[in-house]
């Protein structure tokens, strides 16, 4: 007998990877091997779920690849240190977790010596660039299948499919695609098609359950996540999480994002991400306090760029190591705590607890008093300052504003 071809499945639990688990297993006679690279969005609970479904599925054989401390260790940290928000609006979650969970399939897909690895996406996305890019480094001369894109498949044909051959579930939830992470989750599909609807509160995995106001502490050591309300956490992984926990139970971190994608199209998707945007804008009010104008000016580019590599999937270009060893040595003095107040739906700073607090100068108080310098002081360095004006429009009064 012609011994099986190998193939490794990206499995998701999706609508799209469950296709593509049952149709290479079914229609051409795969050992599917589905992998579930995990990067901190899977419960026990789901993690079971998935293999339940994926040998219900067709598959031989199942693989739950836990990459959370890598993702965090390798691109998590680096967004948190570089406050990097796409567009200034979306925390790049599935952006940065795709490149993850594609280098540990291409790993695992080396290790068990596969003939393929297929993925579920589309051809009008970005995550077939991701997935294909490292697929193509990574795991070189190994096949790659996506039949979500080559057959140009609906979503009502992926779901008849599976229907028609036995696989029951929740199709009605199916509207919506999910992706679920440590640093966010994203939403596609249903009213996100449309660009004149929202999302109904429905859509959303996590419910509005808290209704008072509520403050929040964060403590920030070299940049990292430390304590939540003081409770220290040796794994800045487990911190995440808490802050998610107390501010996803507000409706925090809401949002839609529409962005330019690599393919040249505009994108738009949904997402909820509480953690992700209260410790951002946690971090980046620190910085105001403890960097210096041109350190959080400089920074600011090269996180613009780190962030932009990741969602373009670059993270293997060689100059991201550069970029992010700019980023932890900005980090030294980014050190305090941080309170915030929650509200349903939104959130605000209120203060900083740091001993590198650049606002408690012995030079002066901003607007109150100086005592680094003289009246006659500032007067000079006022009219030195506008030197440069007065010699222009000394030449060019006609061009007074």
């Not at 953690?275 to 920074?299: D, G, N, R």
């Not at 605000?348 to 650049?358: H, N, Q």
Request: overall charge negative; hydrophobic content about 35%; some cysteine.
């Amino acid at each position: 007998m012609e011994k099986k071809k190998k193939v490794v499945v990206a499995f998701s639990g999706g609508l799209d990877t469950s296709y593509t688990v049952m149709y290479l297993a079914k229609e051409k006679g795969y050992d599917v091997y589905a992998a579930c690279a995990d990067t901190g969005g899977f419960s026990l609970e789901q993690q079971k779920k998935n293999e339940e479904n994926a040998y219900k599925l067709g598959a031989s054989h199942f693989i739950n690849i836990d990459v959370t401390r890598e993702y965090y260790d390798k691109s998590v940290k680096y967004m948190i240190f570089g406050n990097v928000l796409r567009s200034g609006t979306y925390p790049i979650s599935v952006s940065s977790e795709r490149i993850f969970q594609a280098l540990a399939i291409a790993r695992y897909a080396k290790e068990i010596g596969a003939d393929a690895i297929a993925h579920g996406s589309t051809g009008a996305g970005n995550d077939q660039i991701r997935f294909d890019m490292t697929f193509l480094v990574m795991a070189p001369g190994v096949e790659i299948i996506t039949l979500t894109r080559d057959n140009a498949l609906t979503r009502d044909e992926e779901i008849n499919y599976l229907r028609d051959n036995g696989f029951v579930a929740d199709f009605t939830k199916l509207k919506y695609s999910y992706n679920v992470g440590l640093w966010g989750t994203s939403i596609c599909g249903g009213e996100i098609l449309d660009s004149k609807q929202g999302l109904p509160e429905s859509a959303y995995l996590k419910q509005v359950e808290k209704k008072d106001k509520e403050e929040i502490a964060l403590e920030f050591k070299t940049g990292e996540l430390v304590a939540v309300n003081g409770q220290s956490f040796e794994d800045p992984i487990k911190a995440i999480q808490k802050v998610e926990e107390i501010a996803a139970a507000y409706g925090i971190g809401r949002d839609m994002h529409v962005g330019d994608t690599i393919v040249g199209i505009k994108g738009r998707v949904g997402f909820e991400a509480a953690a992700p945007m209260v410790i951002i804008a946690a971090h980046k009010f620190l910085e105001k306090y403890t960097l210096s104008k041109w350190q959080q000016y400089w920074k600011e580019q090269i996180a613009n760029w780190y962030g932009m590599f990741l969602h373009e999937s670059q993270y293997l270009e060689p100059v991201m190591p550069d970029m992010e060893a700019m980023l932890s040595s900005s980090q030294r003095n980014v050190n305090g705590v941080v309170t915030m107040l929650l509200r349903p739906y939104c959130f605000e700073t209120i203060g900083v607890d740091s001993p590198d607090d650049l606002v408690k100068s012995k030079l002066g108080e901003y607007g109150e008093m100086q005592k680094g310098w003289t009246a006659d002081d500032a007067k000079g360095f006022i009219k030195v300052t506008s030197t440069p004006l007065r010699v222009y429009y000394s030449n060019h009064s006609d061009e007074q504003r």
